[in-house]
């Protein structure tokens, strides 16, 4: 079965970093987008980055670009959210979900297997 499982999170002080991992499973990598979303309490869920089934391209929320870096190894079927220079207002649950559509520009894509998702806290 398809199966997206989310790992890394964890309490970090403001100006730390993180790296999330997401694992596949079930499917073939290769074929997919891949995109993270966060949701915190009392907000609505929302894109942080994507990153191509092929080529690899990667985008990013304006909130996150040239803080968050977004990666992928299909090899082993993983894929990565290295988060720096953590604000208070990251904190969330971070999830990664799959598309069979590509990313682009500003629009994240439609997705159908989530991850049960990886809770992110930035406190001091």
């Known amino acids: 079965q398809v199966q997206l499982a989310e790992s890394g999170g964890g309490l970090v002080q403001p100006g730390g970093s993180l790296r999330l991992s997401c694992a596949a499973s079930g499917f073939t990598l290769d074929y997919y987008a891949i995109a993270w979303f966060r949701q915190a309490p009392g907000k609505e869920r929302e894109g942080v980055s994507c990153?191509?089934?092929?080529?690899?391209?990667?985008y990013y929320a304006d909130s996150v670009k040239g803080r968050f870096t977004i990666s992928r190894d299909n090899a082993k079927s993983m894929v990565y959210l290295q988060m720096n220079s953590l604000k208070p207002e990251d904190t969330a649950v971070y999830y990664c979900?799959?598309?069979?559509?590509?990313?682009?520009?500003?629009?994240?894509?439609?997705?159908?297997?989530w991850g049960q998702g990886t809770q992110v806290t930035v406190s001091s």
């Open positions: 990153i191509t089934s092929r080529d690899g391209r990667t």
């Open positions: 979900a799959r598309s069979g559509t590509n990313c682009s520009g500003h629009y994240f894509p439609v997705t159908d297997y």
